[in-house]
């Protein structure tokens, strides 16, 4: 017999806060008492209870990860975001700030609307195409 799911609304609520403030979801699990490979099953589960939840967190995984690169990108501070897409996504040890935004969209893609990939190629192509790097 499946044990019973921990998920629930302030579960929820409580991640969804954590992933806003841009903590890594080992970290966002464990502030609410959880595995990361629970959280992992959950944003990854087809099970209609997750999919609202899967869908929000990693849309605002995307949009935070947006927001990080238009900042530093305004600051032209790619050793920072470098250095905050490695400590949010420590399974990748990107070299350089090409190699970080390639990653990011190669990640989101699947979990993302169309219109907010195209943001990411736009800013991409915007710096690093065309050469304001």
Avoid at 108 to 115: A, D, N, Q
Wanted: proline share 5%; hydrophobic share 40%; aromatic share 10%.
């Amino acid at each position: 017999m499946a044990r019973p799911t921990l998920f629930n609304e302030e579960i929820s609520k409580r991640l969804l806060n954590a992933a806003r403030r841009g903590a890594p979801r080992d970290k966002a699990a464990s502030i609410v008492g959880i595995t990361p490979r629970t959280l992992h099953t959950w944003l990854m589960s087809d099970k209609p209870e997750f999919k609202a939840f899967s869908e929000l967190y990693l849309e605002i995984e995307a949009n935070y990860d947006l927001e990080i690169i238009e900042r530093l990108n305004a600051e032209q501070d790619y050793r920072a975001l470098d250095k905050l897409y490695s400590k949010r996504n420590p399974e990748n040890k990107p070299s350089d700030h090409t190699t970080v935004i390639l990653n990011i969209l190669a990640e989101l893609k699947p979990h993302i609307s169309k219109e907010c990939f195209d943001e990411f190629l736009n800013a991409f192509e915007k710096i690093f195409i065309q050469g304001t790097d």
